[in-house]
């Protein structure tokens, strides 16, 4: 049964989580189709700092469970976000990297794992 806490956990990701995902989003089609290596700068600059934003909000909401197994779900989400800003980055914003931004920034399989064990729990407040 999901308590006030669980709901105020739920909602405070769920903001965090959609930048996140619209920014990879935006970095593929900008990666895809840009001519213009500015705009890939700061497509995967937007892209990380959405990443960062849902690490640190996935780390403070998953700090203040009681509930153990809430609190390690947020964890799992914390880290995935983590990884996906560090492969994200690990790329340079260069046109010629342009395929291996899209690669990366389209494989959001860790996210989704995060999200699914969320789910049964957030899915209602979502």
Same mark, same amino acid.
């Given at each position: 049964?999901?308590?006030?806490? /669980? !709901?105020?956990?739920? $909602?405070?990701? &769920? +903001? #965090? @989580?959609? &930048?996140?995902?619209?920014?990879?989003?935006?970095?593929?089609?900008?990666?895809?189709?840009?001519?213009?290596?500015?705009? =890939?700068?700061?497509?995967?600059?937007?892209?990380? $700092? *959405?990443?960062? /934003? @849902?690490?640190?909000?996935?780390?403070?909401? +998953?700090?203040?469970? %009681?509930?153990?197994?809430? *609190?390690? &779900?947020?964890?799992? @989400?914390?880290?995935?976000? +983590? *990884?996906?800003?560090?492969?994200?980055?690990?790329? !340079? #914003?260069?046109?010629?990297?342009?395929?291996?931004?899209? !690669?990366?920034?389209? /494989? %959001? +399989?860790? @996210?989704?794992?995060?999200?699914?064990? =969320?789910? #049964?729990?957030?899915?209602?407040?979502?």
């Amino acid at each position: 049964m999901a308590t006030a806490s /669980n !709901k105020a956990a739920c $909602t405070a990701v &769920k +903001g #965090p @989580l959609e &930048k996140a995902i619209a920014g990879l989003i935006i970095l593929v089609g900008v990666a895809a189709g840009s001519t213009v290596e500015a705009e =890939l700068v700061n497509a995967r600059a937007e892209a990380s $700092t *959405r990443l960062v /934003n @849902l690490e640190a909000v996935a780390n403070r909401v +998953g700090g203040e469970q %009681t509930d153990r197994t809430l *609190r390690k &779900k947020f964890q799992v @989400l914390t880290m995935a976000a +983590g *990884r996906k800003d560090v492969e994200v980055r690990s790329i !340079k #914003p260069k046109l010629e990297y342009a395929e291996a931004i899209v !690669k990366v920034a389209s /494989n %959001t +399989g860790d @996210l989704e794992s995060a999200v699914d064990k =969320l789910e #049964p729990i957030c899915g209602r407040y979502w």
